[in-house]
């Protein structure tokens, strides 16, 4: 008779899927978090402040100050009190930013970007590689390795989360990924970086990242309640999210899709459908059979394309025109569609072009049949991509920063 043996699962696995966190892409309300986040926003500023900010207590404000000064993600001013003033409660109170930081990691179907931000959500340093391609398991450690090593060179400051933006579907619960244009399918991207670097992970769709940053990261107050907000993203692929009182809107199933909205243009490959019209590899195509650029090369990219039209050439202006058209039609049927309060549009589809927002503007205007809407451009520029990654590895330290610095501490690499 054969007797099985089952195994214990390795320690270092188990712990990494205990690292795994859902994504936190809110404005949390939590009475913590809103202390932060008036720190966050207003700071240096005095516990009276924060309580006309956050409509708490001023009993309920000094808890949770003296709570964050315990984790340590808030710091007293001294410096800063006001003359003559009795007890701590009239000293100020700021984010404690030096001493940290997080790890975003942008998975892009071309480049991967690391980036490291502090708890303000600043970029501290960003880098950039090609995406790694092969099988996926050896795709993965070659990732988890590049990661591992940039964070090797912050010595002063400790990591205490790790946030991943990319895009196909993704189980936010076990941080897996499918990803069909890498190969990847269930690819365990936050058990592999949990357990390469010993910390927090969470995994997010790169549009609600985005979207996130936004919300969380690109304006100074808080959304208003009931207010809604589109996010229309464009670069080699497209997307959107909705933001619906304060929370990006992720469902389970993962995000829905607008690559096959209609989009005609003869001028641009005639496919009838968004993605393969306004890509960045749909332009190209396009520029490259109208030998506006070489049929390869380093002169065949966007960067030249763009190059180009700012130095007059009629045939480049027209490409570029063409998906500004194109875009503006396509953010219009959507807004017609969901009606939001706000309405966004970032990618660099969008940004590295800004001499094609009227365009985009113009045919917004003449394809919407609802009344006039304004278009704004992502607060991020062309850095929508690391600020989406930052948010995710920052957005459980904002909806709860004691519990945060509390799993970072049981598992974080020490400072």
Do not use: C
Not at 150 to 174: C, E
Not at 212 to 217: H, S, T, V, W
Not at 315 to 324: C, D, G, K, S, V
Not at 366 to 392: L, T
Request: proline share 8%; no cysteine.
């Amino acid at each position: 008779m054969t007797i099985a043996i089952v195994r214990p699962a390795p320690k270092r696995a188990l712990l990494a899927r205990h690292l795994i966190v859902a994504p936190s892409l809110k404005v949390a309300d939590a009475a913590a978090a809103s202390v932060f986040s008036a720190a966050r926003m207003r700071g240096p500023i005095a516990r009276d402040a924060i309580a006309q900010a956050t409509r708490l207590s001023i009993a309920t404000v000094n808890r949770q100050v003296t709570a964050l000064l315990d984790a340590g993600v808030l710091r007293e001013r001294a410096d800063l009190a006001v003359p003559g003033a009795i007890g701590r409660p009239r000293v100020p109170v700021e984010v404690n930013h030096a001493p940290y930081l997080t790890l975003g990691i942008h998975i892009g179907a071309r480049a991967t970007s690391i980036v490291a931000t502090d708890l303000l959500g600043r970029t501290l340093d960003v880098v950039e590689t090609p995406t790694p391609r092969g099988p996926q398991a050896a795709a993965l450690g070659t990732l988890a390795e590049s990661a591992r090593r940039y964070l090797s060179r912050w010595h002063r400051r400790r990591p205490l989360w790790v946030g991943v933006a990319a895009g196909g579907v993704v189980d936010s619960t076990t941080g897996s990924l499918d990803h069909p244009r890498l190969g990847w399918t269930d690819a365990p991207v936050g058990p592999v970086l949990a357990e390469a670097l010993g910390l927090p992970v969470s995994v997010a769709s790169h549009v609600d990242a985005m979207a996130g940053a936004e919300l969380l990261l690109g304006v100074r107050r808080p959304p208003s309640p009931a207010q809604t907000s589109l996010y229309v993203y464009a670069r080699e692929t497209v997307g959107y999210a909705l933001s619906i009182e304060g929370r990006v809107h992720s469902p389970t199933s993962g995000p829905g899709t607008i690559a096959a909205l209609p989009a005609q243009s003869e001028l641009l490959g005639g496919s009838g459908q968004l993605e393969s019209t306004v890509s960045d590899e749909a332009v190209l195509t396009a520029a490259r059979r109208a030998r506006v650029l070489p049929a390869e090369g380093p002169a065949s990219t966007m960067p030249a394309l763009l190059r180009a039209a700012r130095q007059g050439s009629p045939q480049a202006q027209a490409l570029l025109t063409e998906r500004a058209r194109a875009l503006g039609a396509a953010v219009a049927l959507l807004r017609d569609l969901l009606n939001p309060d706000d309405l966004v549009v970032g990618g660099q589809a969008f940004t590295e072009y800004p001499e094609g927002m009227s365009v985009v503007e113009a045919a917004f205007a003449q394809r919407s049949v609802m009344p006039p809407r304004k278009i704004r451009v992502s607060a991020f520029g062309n850095r929508v991509q690391e600020a989406g990654a930052g948010v995710v590895s920052l957005g459980g330290l904002y909806a709860d920063p004691i519990g945060a610095m509390r799993r970072a501490g049981r598992h974080g690499v020490p400072a």
